[in-house]
Antibody, heavy 123, light 111 residues
Framework: EVQLVESGGGLVQPGGSLRLSCAAS????????MSWVRQAPGRGLEWVSS????????YYADSVKGRFTISRDSSKNTLYLQMNSLRAEDTAVYYC????????????????WGKGTTVTVSS | QSVLTQPPSVSGAPGQRVTISCTGS?????????VHWYQQLPGTAPKLLIY???NRPSGVPDRFSGSKSGTSASLAITGLQGEDEADYYC???????????FGGGTKLTVL
């Protein structure tokens, strides 16, 4: 079964850091780009970041550029999101998602999503 | 303000047909980038309904269909059922922003 399981969310003070993880199983992890998408409470979906299958290409939304870093470890089939300088507006459920096709990074539809991990930034 | 514009809400009676529009511009849908559609039930992760404008993943009923023309796309749901009550989102790519973009979402109410 193809599965994504996020972890690492929690309550953090403004200016703090968190690292999210997404454990992948049931597919050839290194063949697929991966993405993080977030959803603030009561709001819509917002793309955060994507990474190529090799890890050599990384892409960020302007809202997180310079503060967040996406990475992956294919030996562990795990995707990461290092979040620094967190702000109240980063409060959201963070989902990792797999594209339905290999090769494409920011253009394809996402056919597998994790259940999400909640990040709350508050003092 | 989302780059892709969706109506905040639509509604329909059981058995009816509803459509949800997704309006973009020349830097996203109009540039030829594919549109994808998701269904999100309360408290759950999004589920891919339509990919590459018109294609349904296996397991998605054929009551759901997608289309694209010019700078817009649409999701049609026929034979409306109570279980279709959810939020629906469109997604594409914007070359000006170099970003994956989503519509603001549409809440479907089954009357």
């Amino acid at each position: 079964e193809v599965q994504l399981v996020e972890s690492g969310g929690g309550l953090v003070q403004p200016g703090g850091s968190l690292r999210l993880s997404c454990a992948a199983s049931g597919f050839t992890f290194s063949s697929y780009a991966m993405s993080w998408v977030r959803q603030a409470p009561g709001r819509g979906l917002e793309w955060v970041s994507s990474i190529s299958g090799s890890g050599g290409g990384t892409y960020y939304a302007d809202s997180v550029k310079g503060r967040f870093t996406i990475s992956r470890d294919s030996s562990k089939n795990t995707l990461y999101l290092q979040m620094n300088s967190l702000r109240a507006e980063d409060t959201a459920v963070y989902y990792c998602a797999k594209p339905e096709k290999t090769g494409a990074i920011r253009t394809p539809g996402m056919d597998v999503w994790g259940k999400g991990t909640t990040v709350t930034v508050s003092s | 303000q989302s780059v892709l514009t969706q109506p905040p809400s639509v509604s329909g009676a059981p058995g009816q047909r509803v459509t949800i529009s997704c309006t973009g511009s020349s830097s996203n849908i109009g540039a030829g980038y594919d549109v994808h559609w998701y269904q999100q039930l309360p408290g759950t992760a999004p589920k891919l309904l339509i990919y590459d404008n018109t294609n349904r993943p296996s397991g998605v009923p054929d009551r759901f269909s997608g289309s694209k023309s010019g700078t817009s796309a649409s999701l049609a749901i026929t034979g409306l059922q109570g279980e279709d009550e959810a939020d629906y989102y469109c997604q594409s790519y914007d070359s000006s922003l170099s970003a994956m973009v989503f519509g603001g979402g549409t809440k479907l109410t089954v009357l």
